[in-house]
Each structure stands twice: as C-alpha cells, then as structure tokens.
C-alpha cells in the first residue's frame, strides 16, 4: 500500500497509522478494561505457544513481560484508533500486536514480528469477541454487582429504619390505603436484589470464548491444544471460569450473549430509574411536595432561587440509566450484525457494553452513598397525610360493607372532615371499634 508516515515516538507501526488516517471519526478510544483485556489474551497466547514448542522462551517471555504493561495501563497513550472503524477490530488488534511487539523487540534484541509471533495462532475475528467476554464479566463481577450490593444494603438498612413510620400508599397517583415506608424501601431493595441475579445469569454466556476459531471458526493455522491452554491460562490468572466456546462458529458470527447481557443491564436501569424516581418524587417540596422524605441537601439547586436545592444525585442516576437503555438499543443493531462467519459491529459493541456496565456501577454506588444513605424520613407529614386520607375508609369494609363505607369517604371528602369523624356520625361502631379498624398499624401490615 506505498510508504505512509508514523511518528517517530510511536510504539505502534504501519498498520495502526493507516487506521488513524483512516477513521478520524470520532474520538472515542475502546476503554482500559477492553485494553486490559487484549493484554490478557497476548500473554496467553504467548505462554501456549511457547509450550507447544511454536516460539522459543526468551521471545515468549518478551511478549509476556510487553504484554503485561499493556495490560496494566501503561501504554494506553499508545492505543490510538477510533471506536468506528473495522468492523471486526482488526484496526485496534493490530495496534496491541505492534505496540507489544516493539516494546518485545527492546526487551530482546531481536525483531519480534506483530503477526508471526504476538498475533500467532489468532485472528482479530477471535480475538476481539474473546475481549469482549473477558471485559464485560470482569467488568460486572469486579465493579457493577458490589456497587449494587452496596446500593442493596443501603435500601435494607433504610426499610428496617423506616419500618414504624406509617404512610399513605399511591396507586394510580392517587391516595390508597396505608403501608408502612420500610415496606416500600424493602420492594426497592428486592428490586436491586433482583437485578443483581439477572445480571450475574446474563454472564454466563461471557464465559464461553471465541479464541481458538482463528479467521472463521474452523481454528486454520492453530494446533490442537493452543486454545485449551490459552484459556485455562486466562481462567486461573482472571479467577473467572471462562471455556472453550462450544461450537466456534457460532462464537464468531453471532454476539447473541452480549446481547443478553446488555439487556440484563437495560432492565436493570429500568429498576433503577423507578427507585431513583419514586425517591425524588417522596422527596418533592419542602412545602409544596409530598415531602415524605428529606434528601440529603449536596449542592445549591438554582443559579437564580435562593435556598433551592434539588435531587441532584437521584437526577444523575436517572441520565445514566437512559445512556444504558441507549445503548441496548445500539447494542442491539450490532449484534444483528453478524454477517456469514463474523459480526461486523464489535468494537462499538464493546464500546456500549462496557460504558453501560461502568455507567451502572459508578452511578449506583453515587446513588448509595450520596441520596439513600442519608435519607430522612419526615414522620409528621407522612402521619397527616394518613389521617387526611380517604383510603382508610378501606378498613371499615369488613365491618359494614363496601357502599356504606364508600358513602362515608365520599361524605369526608365533600365535608372537608376526616373518616373517623364521619364514621363517629354514621355508623354504630364502638369507638374503640374505630380506633382499632382505622389504626395505620391495622391496615399496613407487619
């Protein structure tokens, strides 16, 4: 393809420049925890060729100790290609093969090639899926399920705090019978819960690995055993129980699993954003609101109205969620991609995935910490509301019936007086009758 300049401090070659020229599209690099990733799969396969007697020790370990500082962080200045571009990744594998093979190459001496010798036995149409899966599990086991066991834990203590403070529930936005609020915090952390187990369900097709299928499936050019021991190399260095994949045809053509697991992580930003929602939404006022709940004031709320504050952090999870719901949809179209042995759309793919797995960590845990760690409850208003509450009218049903009690809410609400008033007048319940059927802790539960 002729000459084509690279700059001179570049660790990278030939290749990667011409990707550079190539996609000047948008900025966006594949992010560290993919770069780790690739790093990971280099000295795997640096190790299996070593011992099936492919490439002599001292380059094998050259290729090792380069491809552990790629792993590590320490060259991602020089991971230079755009998110768009090839649609199998074969821009940014060929940019850690001539990174890590000069970096090889200082370490030895000698010309370490990136393609006979780091690239050997691989393809970039089984190498990017198989950093794809090592990226994603790490990245849900390692940071998102401990940051939503910790938002989880949170919501738990909050139920168990808030469990004597008796409240008006809501259907439909309107008044419904009493409950008590720990309750209501108890189904958000059985959501989180929930979300967590949907999640950890939707990795275990990650665990399968394309490596080992070489250009499209059929494992051209890769002995026997090369893939069996990169992968168990992966699997004990990783503590993750990654395999072979089962068929490699599949494992190349088609993204189905990480499709899955993007929509594990779609529903569960959906739980999020109705936690995050109905938290705000309690916490509306202070005066003019439902003001059931207090957040946690962490910054002015208005540039022009003093004293204003606002649900920032709630605000901030529910953006983070709709980026993921997002990404579903984009993550979606590429893993349709799959055209005859390969998909065509991985590096976006990947790209999506992790930024949807590192957006839920990151802004479930600001969440725990920021907002539900330091709610209040405000125990007078929620009382008056339940006291003002038609609904109540509710626990007298069992007693005189369904139309006699609908005939005193709809007295109560005409008068402006409160069901047990009304009740007093129209009914020939004891007082203690009274107290005891309209009593918060009656109709809430234990």
Known sequence: MGE???????????????????????????????????????????????????????????????????????????????????????????????VIAHLASLGTGGEIHPNDHVNRHQSSNDVIPTAIHIAAVSGVRRQLVPALRRLRAVLDEKAAEFHDVFKIGRTHLQDAVPMRLGHEFSGYARQVELSIGRVELATEGLLELALGGTAVGTGLNAPKD??????????????????????HFEAQAARDAAGFLSGALRACAIALMKIANDIRWLGSGPRCGLGELRLPAVQPGSSMMPGKVNPVIAESLLMACAQVIGHDSCISWCCASGVFELNLMMPLLGYNLLDSIGLLAAASANFAERCVKGLEADRERAAEYVEKSLAGVTGLVPAI????????????????????????????LSAADLGRLLAPAAQAGH
Request: aromatic share 6%; net charge negative; hydrophobic share 45%.
């Open 4 to 98: 084509i300049r690279v700059p001179l401090d570049a660790l990278y070659g030939a290749q990667t420049q011409r990707a550079v020229d190539n996609f000047p599209i948008s900025g966006l690099r594949l992010q560290r925890e993919f770069l780790a990733a690739l790093g990971l799969i280099k000295i795997a396969a640096a190790r299996a060729n070593h011992a099936l007697g492919e490439i002599p020790e001292n380059m094998a370990q050259a290729i090792e100790e380069a491809a552990r500082q790629v792993a590590a962080g320490d060259h991602d200045s020089q991971f230079v290609v755009d998110v768009f571009q090839t649609g199998s990744g074969t821009s940014t594998n060929m940019n850690a093969n001539e």
């Open 226 to 247: 090369f893939a069996r021991l990169a992968i168990e190399w992966l699997s004990a260095h990783t503590g993750f129980p990654f395999r072979e994949a089962g068929n």
């Open 401 to 428: 019936g369904y139309e006699r009690a609908a005939a005193i809410a709809l007295e109560a609400h005409r008068s402006g007086r409160t069901i047990l008033q009304v009740a007093q007048e129209q009914t020939e």
